[in-house]
């Protein structure tokens, strides 16, 4: 089955503790990237990666990294995470045709 | 920069009833496709209905079709005989074939009113 897992699904922090979350897609998918949903703002691309070691900003970039170190897993890191990164993360995996989601990650920064 | 446009943020509908959820978008782009996702309250993002945008005849999967004018730059997501279960936000989405363009709307929350 096509699958994008990404984990943890809930998480709560504490400002500045590094944190990772994880996904992995079953696709051999090249292109993959992270979004964040914020109510009214609709889902904003963080970062992408259009293969192995490739990866680039995307509209939101600042306070996240990535690595792309395996075809199939594409974390996505906060070194030092602030309240404002509160929010709905979602990894995604694509063909040409298609985008495969994730099903969610609702981080908490308190 | 291509650009994707919901401009209700909310909508409701009476069980069994047709909506229809409006979606415009801006870019120069010939060939490019277009989705709708439903998001339920359990946040996963499903996908409802794609549409390539060579293609002249609107996709329909069930209940759910499309109206694409593709000179006017519009996709409009029509609901029939709605349903409790269709109760969700609903997200435009524009695609570039090939590279990372993926570019939302900011979703339409549908109620579906028994």
Known sequence: EAQVTQNPRYLITVTGKKLTVTCSQNMNHEYMSWYRQDPGLGLRQIYYSMNVEVTDKGDVPEGYKVSRKEKRNFPLILESPSPNQTSLYFCASRSDTEAFFGQGTRLTVV | ?114
């Open chain 2, 1 to 114: 920069a291509q650009t994707v446009t919901q401009s209700q943020p909310e909508m409701s509908v009476q069980e069994a009833e047709t909506v229809t959820l409006s979606c415009t978008y801006d870019t120069s782009e010939s060939n490019y496709y277009l989705f709708w996702y439903k998001q339920p309250p359990s946040r996963q993002m499903i996908l409802v209905i794609r549409q390539e945008a060579y293609k002249q005849q609107n996709a329909t999967e069930n209940r759910f079709s499309v109206n694409f004018q593709k000179a006017a730059k519009s996709f409009s997501l029509k609901i029939s005989d709605s349903q409790l279960g269709d109760t969700a936000m609903y997200f435009c989405a524009f695609m570039k074939p090939v590279g990372n363009q993926f570019y939302f709307g900011t979703g339409t929350s549908l109620t579906v009113i028994p």
